[in-house]
């Protein structure tokens, strides 16, 4: 255990710089903070940097539970004052503990595997919708993710809350090209299911529940008109009441339950 008395400190700088993308991306780092989201980066063996932790949470059972975890796994921590702790966190009631952890970046060859359920996310804005795709993609069993250009950034704070550790569960891959891309997947015999208002077909008529990609559109435009063009089938979710869509999150929840149910049956 090392201590840290000053807000000037090297580490304690770079972790109030990696609230910002910019940082992020140039460093190649995130904050994972909270209790759940440290012992989850522990548990999955994520490259961990640096962990800091507040006084405080020596104070409680949960606190001297992780503190084990950390201990037995040789990474070393730093400890700092409730106050300095409280300016580096991105939470309004701090748990006590963060890490530094490293960004795994993915290929399009990692995502591909034997089954292939693969959700797509077209230029999805919100950080709570993204960080619950992402939560519900790992509870569905999905076996990866493709982020489009002008996605928000999945190592924000509130995405991250949103996962509840799922981050680590899963691969995430971000491309540079949407449509090349899909090519690259029908080449590999992935057929790709878009949700669209126009859908051709109602979602629970998909036939499919192996090498199937779903895609989902930004909150207020959907997918573009040249991402559904190259999808495979225009797929719809049926709307018996007045509203005329459905949170992105929870569609996509709902596609992917489908495809889960189909494997079931």
């Given at each position: 255990?090392?201590?840290?008395?000053?807000?000037?400190?090297?580490?304690?700088?770079?972790?109030?710089?990696?609230?910002?993308?910019?940082?992020?991306?140039?460093?190649?780092?995130?904050?994972?903070?909270?209790?759940?989201?440290?012992?989850?980066?522990?548990?999955?063996?994520?490259?961990?940097?640096?962990?800091?932790?507040?006084?405080?949470?020596?104070?409680?059972?949960?606190?001297?539970?992780?503190?084990?975890?950390?201990?037995?796994?040789?990474?070393?921590?730093?400890?700092?004052?409730?106050?300095?702790?409280?300016?580096?966190?991105?939470?309004?009631?701090?748990?006590?503990?963060?890490?530094?952890?490293?960004?795994?970046?993915?290929?399009?060859?990692?995502?591909?595997?034997?089954?292939?359920?693969?959700?797509?996310?077209?230029?999805?804005?919100?950080?709570?919708?993204?960080?619950t795709i992402i939560r519900t993609a790992d509870a569905s069993g999905m076996t990866g993710i493709i982020l489009s250009k002008?996605?928000?950034?999945?190592?924000?704070?509130?995405?991250?809350?949103?996962?509840?550790?799922?981050?680590?569960?899963?691969?995430?891959?971000?491309?540079?090209?949407?449509?090349?891309?899909?090519?690259?997947?029908?080449?590999?015999?992935?057929?790709?299911?878009?949700?669209?208002?126009?859908?051709?077909?109602?979602?629970?008529?998909?036939?499919?529940?192996?090498?199937?990609?779903?895609?989902?559109?930004?909150?207020?435009?959907?997918?573009s008109n040249e991402t559904a063009d190259s999808a495979d089938i225009l797929v719809k979710i049926p709307m018996h009441g007045k509203a005329e869509s459905l949170n992105a999150s929870v569609a996509a929840g709902i596609l992917m339950?489908?495809?889960?149910?189909?494997?079931?049956?």
């Amino acid at each position: 255990m090392n201590i840290i008395t000053s807000n000037q400190n090297s580490i304690i700088k770079e972790i109030k710089s990696l609230e910002k993308r910019k940082y992020r991306q140039e460093l190649g780092l995130f904050i994972a903070e909270g209790v759940r989201f440290v012992e989850e980066a522990l548990k999955e063996n994520a490259n961990i940097k640096e962990i800091i932790v507040s006084e405080t949470l020596f104070k409680n059972d949960m606190g001297k539970d992780i503190l084990t975890l950390i201990n037995s796994k040789g990474i070393n921590y730093y400890t700092v004052s409730e106050k300095i702790f409280n300016e580096i966190s991105g939470t309004q009631t701090p748990q006590g503990i963060m890490a530094v952890v490293e960004i795994k970046e993915f290929t399009l060859e990692d995502i591909i595997s034997g089954a292939n359920r693969i959700i797509i996310l077209e230029s999805l804005q919100d950080p709570g919708n993204m960080g619950t795709i992402i939560r519900t993609a790992d509870a569905s069993g999905m076996t990866g993710i493709i982020l489009s250009k002008g996605c928000v950034d999945i190592y924000n704070q509130k995405v991250l809350r949103s996962t509840m550790g799922s981050i680590f569960h899963l691969p995430i891959h971000q491309t540079e090209d949407l449509n090349k891309t899909l090519e690259a997947l029908r080449s590999k015999g992935i057929r790709t299911y878009a949700a669209h208002l126009n859908g051709t077909i109602n979602y629970y008529d998909m036939n499919e529940y192996d090498n199937i990609a779903i895609i989902i559109g930004n909150e207020g435009n959907g997918i573009s008109n040249e991402t559904a063009d190259s999808a495979d089938i225009l797929v719809k979710i049926p709307m018996h009441g007045k509203a005329e869509s459905l949170n992105a999150s929870v569609a996509a929840g709902i596609l992917m339950y489908e495809i889960v149910r189909k494997v079931r049956e």
